[in-house]
């Protein structure tokens, strides 16, 4: 049997997951030079892919949607989230309390 | 006394657990070469079995219904599950909280 | 004073308490030899021998029953449970919540 | 100033506790020989000597009373209690939940 | 500045706090002899010297009585309790829920 | 960039905080001779020189007042606090569960 | 792929976060000398920079606004705070429970 999972966009989050695909690390300065991989510094930034439908409010019944949606660019924890390989990527699956915050650049 | 589990279809979930079938390591590359079993990759994936009936909701007694269904294709987290031995083949039970993400290809 | 305690069925669990008697490993192969002890896998199945009353809802007043009977066929987790012994049998005290599933071979 | 304890009866319990006289283990064989003490099997069981009141429900104002009474024989948990000696005899307290089943023998 | 704490009278435990003096150790034998310090048993029995207000519901506003009052012989837990001293004589305070039980003698 | 703080009074502690000042140990025998620091006793007691608004409840909306206020002798845990300093002079806020008791001196 | 966040502005805090710039230790005495690095005293004061849109409470709907706001000078605690980077500048993420005191000097 091999992989299910074809494509980041088959991923469907549950309750108030969150699927991120995390910057990947500066690989050249600003002069062109590459640096190498062991002095690259890993970047808590990402950009959001999908989100569950949020949690449900088990008092009412209500659902608290979450509080990012796909294509946000947001903050991450420098620890935490489940790593999901999908081919040679990585994307993370936080919760939606995990997400510390958005970026919101005006020339966004 | 013998085993009383015949079959992973005689296990019924209890409350808002999930039985689910990992998906087996990848055993030979694109090109048919057989990966010798400690460089095969585990896969964090699996299809559903068999569902609890859902956590009653101890305020209300309202039953909430499990989020993912037999046949459901899902991401299984890094760590967890309870391992069930059914014969020769293995199964996990999950609380349906652990289940990552539904993974829905189109072409399925 | 001598043990208070004669048979099994004189323990009235307490509360959500499921009393269990565990299966005993299989001892025999199929061919009739016999296994040593230290290879004899233990089986995490059993039997429910009595079960609590239920726990009472503080909040209602009302007592949410026990998801299990005697005589079901249970499912058990790798850890966790009061032994205790009774002559020389020894069973199992777990709450509701700890039992991993119900068993139902069709033909039981 | 000396103790205050003249007897296990002055001992009122508070909120949901429950005083307990542990059995003490058995020091003679069925054919009348004394078995050295480090030899003697631990008893997880006991009388009830007293209850608390019960433990007041802070949402409705009302008492949950204790599930066992003085007198009931019950099982005790292998850890846990708080021991009380009074003059050379030691007992036990316990929260009304770590009480794990009343034991009923027919010819009680 | 010197102590503001000049007698046990000056202390008024806040919330669910009850104010202790603990028993002193028994130094004597019953026939008069004085008993090492080292071998004298510490006594978890005290008399309760005062006790706060009580614990205020916050979902309903109404104040928790606590459940002893200056006076009442207790009995204390073997651990916790928080140490204050006054002059040469030191008083424990404890939380309303830490406290065991009542002692009540009938020769009281 | 110096300092905020440049004194006690500035600080105004959030939610349910209260800020204490510590007795400074006792660095004189009643005959007058100093005592070296080391052998001085830590006094855990002080004064309030601040409260925080108190916690709000967010079931109801009402704001619960913190049980202490500015100029009150308190009794302190023998740990926790956040040390604060302004300057020599060393502060430490409390939350006001933390606080043990108040000192009433009759001659206060 | 470069860096997202191109300023502290572009930061938006979610839920109950505040962003927090920290003051730089003191590196002068005050006669002008300079202080080497490893002497400089930690201060932990700093200034509010953006803060999130507050936590709802999930029993009402209601949103719990965050009790600082931008430009308010407030007491950090020793420990915690997650660190964000932007160029050269260090900032840390509380949440709103975590900030310890709010500064007010008159002369603000």
Redesign the interface.
């Known amino acids: ?7 980041a966009q ?6 108030d ?1 969150v ?1 991120v695909q995390r ?2 690390p ?1 690989n050249k300065t600003a002069s062109g030079l590459y640096i190498p991989e062991k002095n690259q510094e890993k ?3 990402g ?1 959001v892919i999908s989100v ?1 439908p949020g949690m ?7 659902v ?1 949607p979450v ?2 949606k796909a294509g946000d ?1 947001v ?1 991450l ?2 620890f935490g989230g ?3 390989k999908v081919g040679e990527e990585e994307y993370l ?1 936080y919760t939606d ?1 995990e ?9 966004n």
């Open positions: 049997m091999s992989t299910l999972l074809k494509s088959a991923l469907k989050p549950l309750f997951r699927l910057l990947k500066i970047l808590n930034q950009v569950g449900t409010n088990t008092n009412t019944g209500e608290i509080s990012v660019q903050l924890p420098s489940n790593p999901v699956l309390k997400i510390l915050a958005k970026i919101e650049n005006n020339n």
